[in-house]
């Protein structure tokens, strides 16, 4: 099996020039970098002192996990590996290639990164389109590919909160903030899942926004070679991942499904260590610790998700020491192990790609 990535030729553009050149970076466009990751930095900090209180308390309950059957720790980290296996088996679909090496171990190198920078996402991504260029993945198909990925699974977090409405409709009492979470969940989800179509359907705002993208390079950075038929590429490589993902949509259903599904199940195992919930209640706390995730303000929404999951799930009926407690081995198996997993995978790859590349030089 070939571990090069973006296997389907990318073709011709449709109808422009040639594609779109690696762009080059600017004096000026290295100083404004700089000073919006000092500005970053800043915000993280102050929000990290903010938080730190909520991060104190979790990991003061310690002690508690040496009353934790080792089988719960086993079934909280076995559901955290089959999450992982369906992003990564998602993210192959997505960038149309057989290859698993390249992906597992750049997705891993990526999450890992955008775990302990903030405003992680935008770097994580960075790092893992790079990883995937050193492995030969074609840069507008890897682009492509990862945008697609990002939108659906956003669009999936977002949408967990709709599940609870077959519980409300059941007549299950859910406490005023679940509610509350529900409902922005579900509104946050639509304009998601509108932009993604519109996206996914029309070219016009692909078009606009990468000639765009296109002219303000080509204006700004001027010792860089200039880009040329950006948007033609652009919509290349779409319909290139649309017509890949709508030919296998049911393995990217079931792939996005199992990816968060058993993300819950980990958070679930976790609290059955200790209590017994509603499982419904805890599919809302749930979604809204997926959505603190997502705020680039800490890295991984560190803090956040300490204090917005131990609160909801209190709200949910669980107590406040069981909550506390679960919430750490969450972490511990979704945010804390992953980044101790980064490392080892870039060693990997580069052990494999950049060692044999520089080794030619």
């Known amino acids: 099996m070939s571990d090069q990535v973006g296997n389907v030729p990318a073709g011709p553009p449709r109808g422009e020039g040639s594609a779109a050149t690696v762009p080059g970076t600017s004096g000026s466009a290295t100083r404004r970098r700089l000073l919006w990751r000092l500005v970053m930095l800043s915000i993280t900090g102050v929000s990290l002192y903010v938080v730190a209180p909520s991060i104190a308390e979790v990991f003061t309950s310690w002690p508690a996990l040496s009353k934790v059957a080792v089988g719960w720790f086993v079934l909280v980290f076995g559901c955290q590996v089959l999450s992982f296996g369906c992003m990564f088996f998602l993210q192959r679909l997505a960038l149309r290639t057989s290859a698993w090496f390249s992906v597992v171990t750049s997705q891993l190198a ?98 606009v926004t990468a000639r765009v993208a296109q002219t303000v390079h080509n204006r700004c950075a001027r010792r860089s070679p200039p880009w040329t038929g950006l948007s033609a590429r652009i919509l290349q490589e779409r319909d290139a991942v649309r017509a890949a993902l709508g030919a296998r949509w049911r393995e990217a259903s079931l792939a996005t499904a199992g990816k968060l599904g058993f993300d819950y199940l980990s958070l679930l195992a976790a609290l059955e260590a200790r209590s017994h919930p509603n499982p419904a209640l805890v599919l809302v706390a749930f979604s809204a610790a997926r959505v603190l995730a997502m705020i680039p303000i800490t890295p991984g929404g560190l803090g956040f998700v300490e204090a917005g999951l131990t609160a909801t799930l209190t709200l949910a009926g669980v107590p406040a020491g069981d909550a506390v407690v679960a919430t750490l081995i969450y972490r511990l198996a979704s945010y804390w192990l992953p980044i101790l997993a980064g490392p080892v995978a870039y060693g990997l790859f580069w052990n494999r790609y950049l060692r044999r590349q520089r080794s030619a030089l």
Request: proline content about 5%; glycine content about 14%; hydrophobic content about 60%.
């Open 110 to 207: 990526g999450n890992a990164f955008s775990q302990i920078v903030p405003g992680g996402a935008a770097a994580g991504a960075a790092l893992q389109f790079r990883m995937l260029a050193d492995a030969g993945a074609d840069a507008t198909a890897a682009i492509s590919g990862l945008t697609a990925f990002s939108l659906l699974q956003t669009a999936s977090v977002l949408a967990l909160p709709l599940l609870i409405l077959p519980a409300l409709l059941g007549g299950v009492y859910v406490p005023s903030g679940l509610a509350e979470s529900a409902l922005l969940g579900a509104g946050a989800f639509v304009l998601v899942a509108g932009l993604g179509i519109v996206l996914m359907a029309t070219d016009k705002p692909l078009q």
